[in-house]
């Protein structure tokens, strides 16, 4: 399953579900490009980090964007109570010993989100920063749509932070809308950022520009 578009410049980029076998360096290295400076307090350094997220993925919860073979973007869902990312808690005390780990623990925490019946929940989306800005992100997306409607779920939610406004950007254009605001100005000076947006986009529903 999947679909292909031309991006201008560069040649086809094709989109596909599963991350392949052999891929999980290079889809770890994307996730903590993207999501690093959120997940920094929990699992820095870097070169710990990008390690064990490629080691704790599930491929099966990704859809995947690839220009001539190369992975240039993936975005994640939870979906069956399992998502993208995953690391159990014996796996990070394992990863970061037992005293820092406990900490970590607690910042992950902060993170975790679960969907309601008939949701599918989007685990963030991670394209190459050479890439932006070409429309792998609304391809994305719209894979992730399909997954959601073969599933049989009624909405897609998603939480971005206040300090990311080009991806909410995006998830507007791709029909989402907020539903709402957390605002935790508190943990901003601990993970970087003061608010959560919940935005929700129903199933069967697109963006406003068309692939």
């Not at 399953?1 to 290295?29: N, S, Y």
């Not at 980090?49 to 690839?66: K, S, Y």
Request: glycine content about 14%.
């Amino acid at each position: 399953m999947g679909r292909d578009a031309t991006d201008a410049g560069a040649g086809p980029v094709t989109i596909r579900r599963g991350l392949p076998a052999g891929a999980e360096r290079r889809a770890a290295e994307l996730y903590w490009d993207a999501f690093g400076r959120k997940l920094g307090p929990a699992l820095n350094p870097p070169e710990k980090a990008v390690p064990f997220i490629a080691a704790h993925l599930n491929g099966d919860r990704a859809v995947c964007a690839f220009l001539d073979g190369q992975l240039v973007g993936l975005a994640g869902y939870q979906l069956g109570g399992r998502a993208l990312t995953g690391g159990s808690a014996s796996a990070v005390l394992r990863a970061y010993g037992h005293v820092r780990g406990l900490h970590r623990l607690l910042i992950l925490a902060l993170f975790e989100r679960h969907p309601t019946p008939g949701q599918l929940l989007m685990d963030g989306i991670a394209v190459d920063p050479g890439m932006r800005g070409r429309g792998v992100g609304s391809l994305l997306i719209e894979e992730v749509a399909g997954v959601a409607a073969e599933q049989h779920c009624r909405e897609i939610r998603l939480d971005v932070i206040d300090t990311n406004p080009r991806a909410r950007a995006l998830y507007e254009r791709r029909g989402f809308t907020t539903a709402g605001t957390e605002r935790t100005p508190w943990l901003r000076g601990l993970l970087g950022f003061g608010a959560v947006t919940t935005m929700r986009r129903a199933v069967g529903t697109r963006g406003a520009k068309e692939l």
